[in-house]
């Protein structure tokens, strides 16, 4: 999956890390819990049944948005699960994998397991450069481009939150869908498994809101959350996890990061410890609840440095992520910082460590 190049990253982790002993840790951490995945899953849920559950029982209007924002909590951990299966490390059995992973977090997100994981592994392979789709897509957007003054971030974020960049973030997450594959000829193509468990998932989604008349709650507490409040913790959580610099570095350990986080910044932008993005990258075969484990050998290594790949939290006051991201630019406006057009870059990238 991924060629067999040697860049600067990873001549950085072979000069800090032992290979050979961490192979054996790697292996051990790289161990799929069904029960752990199910259970992560089941748990997404029953939140969301409860938050809808909450809103009939209570029948006022202050709980409608309440419950909203907890279910674009859970919908972006849904978002997490659905990577942990286009990385096949969700369930032990890859085929049953991406078959839940496509019913119960791609699909009532409007996206698709095998769409997703084409892009992403692009992603790994080719990690901030311009065969990233991801960064050249951030590159495209302004939206996307900081450091920025305090008021015009915050201006972004309730951007999101408000819908004003929805259109944007459709035009990123369109070669994802089912109907993006379909219709618009984004790869790979929609397999006839694929075509069966969508109509079978849409078939039972009308059938509940047809015998329940939900079509309100559904639109409100489901539909309008993903194309805005889930926007703004997914954009918070995407600057965390690479810098949008103009000029490439070529060292992924220095242009991938890991935030620490508080337990509710992890619950609102960086659930499922998707916030161990770095390690993430160094290690792509271990699943989400032993990120942890391989996050702390990494630090071990000396591979973390505050402010430049390890920030403690997202929104404090002590090496954090807005700091960073609302620092003064160094030797350039914002407005040269955003308008910068970023040289052509081929460079192929892989795992930090297999």
């Not at 995407?238 to 103009?246: F, I, K, R, T, V």
Request: proline share 6%; hydrophobic share 45%.
């Amino acid at each position: 999956m991924y060629a067999e190049v040697v860049d600067e990253a990873d001549v950085q982790f072979a000069r800090r890390v032992d290979r050979q002993a961490l192979a054996k840790k790697t292996r051990e951490m790289s161990q799929v819990s069904n029960v752990r995945a199910l259970c992560a899953l089941g748990t997404q849920w029953l939140v969301i049944v409860a938050a809808f559950a909450a809103v009939v029982w209570v029948d006022r209007w202050w709980a409608w948005p309440i419950a909203a924002l907890v279910i674009a909590t859970r919908q972006h951990a849904m978002l997490a699960l659905m990577h942990e299966a286009a990385h096949y490390h969700f369930l032990s059995n890859r085929k049953v994998g991406d078959v839940v992973a496509d019913l119960l977090c791609a699909f009532p997100l409007n996206m698709t397991t095998a769409g997703y994981r084409h892009q992403h592994m692009e992603h790994h392979r080719y990690v901030n450069t311009d065969k990233d789709p991801y960064w050249a897509s951030m590159q495209q957007d302004p939206s996307w481009h900081f450091p920025r003054t305090p008021v015009k971030a915050a201006a972004v974020f309730l951007g999101d939150a408000l819908g004003l960049y929805a259109p944007s973030h459709l035009k990123v997450v369109m070669p994802w869908t089912y109907w993006g594959r379909l219709l618009g000829g984004a790869k790979p193509k929609v397999s006839a498994a694929e075509h069966v468990r969508y109509v079978l998932y849409v078939s039972a989604l009308i059938t509940v809101l047809v015998t329940t008349g939900a079509w309100l709650h559904w639109l409100l507490l489901w539909v309008l959350p993903t194309t805005t409040v889930m926007m703004a913790f997914f954009r918070m959580r995407a600057l965390g996890e690479h810098p949008l610099d103009a000029e490439i570095k070529g060292d992924e350990t220095r242009e991938t990061r890991d935030v620490k986080g508080t337990l509710l910044e992890n619950f609102f932008v960086a659930p499922l410890n998707c916030n161990y993005h770095l390690t993430h990258h160094a290690f792509p075969s271990v699943p989400f609840y032993n990120l942890p484990v391989m996050h702390e050998e990494l630090d071990k290594a000396g591979m973390l440095e505050d402010g430049v790949n390890r920030f403690d939290t997202y929104l404090g006051k002590h090496n954090s992520l807005v700091q960073y991201l609302t620092r003064k630019p160094e030797g350039s406006s914002e407005e040269t910082l955003a308008t910068t057009t970023p040289p052509p870059s081929q460079g192929v990238r892989m795992p930090l460590h297999s």
